[in-house]
């Protein structure tokens, strides 16, 4: 019996003192919030609530250009009054310091090219994207390219990092 009670008066302030640990709580504040307007098909009709009824889609898988490592997609609507819509995601390491991401639709065997936008980073880790309403059609640019741009803005030997082909698909 004395055991037990020796047992017992050495036991208990233990779990006493592991009860008295303090708990940090971390509290953050809500600085404001992000929406991203999707183009969803309801039925079988695709209807952006602006530009009216999509005519046209299409959607393409992205990969680095060696030694790149990158995958990713592009997508890209067209509606009924003319306006296009482009969307690129890409996982890709960040850009290096004074550079960035910025994404273009080319036409094939050409050189025409639309400048879509920058790819935004936000969680400053490998998932960047850009979506873009572009005020005309853009079925001929069938070809999305990331290049690596400075700061300083873009020049025609800035170097092509990933690339997809948009195939129409009908829905």
Request: aromatic share 4%; hydrophobic share 40%.
């Amino acid at each position: 019996m004395n055991r037990s009670r020796l047992l017992a008066a050495a036991v208990f302030p233990l779990l006493l003192l592991s009860a008295c640990t303090t708990k940090t709580v971390r509290r953050e504040t809500v600085i404001g919030r992000e929406t991203m307007e999707v183009v969803m098909p309801t039925g079988s009709i695709v209807e952006h609530p602006v530009h009216g009824r999509e005519v046209w889609f299409a959607i393409g898988a992205m990969n680095g250009e060696a030694p790149v490592n990158a995958n990713g997609m592009v997508q890209s609507h067209v509606f009924d009054d003319g306006t296009s819509l482009a969307t690129i995601t890409l996982n890709i390491h960040e850009a290096p310091k004074g550079s960035r991401y910025v994404g273009w639709l080319s036409q094939p065997s050409s050189s025409q090219r639309v400048r879509l936008d920058v790819l935004q980073n936000p969680l400053r880790d490998v998932r960047h994207a850009a979506t873009v309403e572009i005020g005309k059609d853009v079925r001929a640019y069938t070809e999305a390219i990331v290049t690596l741009e400075r700061q300083s803005g873009p020049s025609e030997t800035d170097p092509i990092q990933a690339t997809g082909t948009l195939k129409e698909r009908q829905r």
